[in-house]
């Protein structure tokens, strides 16, 4: 049972992902959380550094899908904003969301990896589709306030430790 709530990397930030390793490892397309991923949670704008890190990812060939459990508004704006296909209202960790976001992306289940800041949303609902899953430190410590309970069972289930890095893994 904890094995499906396992990230196979645990990284800072985006900005620690290696892109050259993904694709090495066969991955086409980013399912991305926006909340605490991306930018802060609630936050309306993309950060410089995040734009550059779009375009290292778009450089690479790797197509991204914004997939958030937020209302629709808030995640079609930003990802028209930094020019990302979008999910809202994912009801992650459900299936449905992640298998449209492969489709909308032309990948499947071994070429996509999963990239958020939740155990019990991104990364339970990566692996039950066993998708590489890529769990990052929240951006800060705003959050809605049922996340923030949640959090605290992440903490007591499992403290937080790396993950293999990408190289090490089969």
Not at 16 to 38: A, F, K, M, P, S
Not at 52 to 69: D, F, M, P, Y
Not at 152 to 167: K, N, Q
């Amino acid at each position: 049972m904890i094995q499906i709530l396992q990230p196979q990397l645990f990284v800072q930030s985006i900005y620690d992902i290696d892109l050259n390793r993904l694709v090495e490892r066969g991955v086409r397309g980013l399912i991305l959380d926006l909340d605490n991923t991306l930018v802060g949670w609630n936050q309306a704008t993309a950060s410089d550094e995040l734009r550059r890190w779009l375009g290292e990812v778009k450089a690479h060939q790797l197509k991204t899908c914004i997939v958030s459990n937020n209302m629709s508004e808030r995640v079609e704006r930003f990802g028209r904003h930094i020019g990302v296909m979008t999910i809202a209202k994912a009801a992650k960790p459900r299936r449905r969301a992640f298998r449209l976001a492969m489709r909308k992306m032309g990948t499947h289940h071994r070429q996509t990896a999963v990239v958020g800041d939740q155990v019990f949303t991104d990364i339970l609902g990566g692996n039950r589709l066993k998708l590489f899953t890529i769990l990052v430190l929240p951006l800060n410590e705003r959050e809605f306030w049922t996340t923030q309970l949640v959090r605290r069972l992440e903490r007591a289930l499992l403290p937080r430790r790396e993950a293999p890095r990408l190289g090490d893994q089969a």
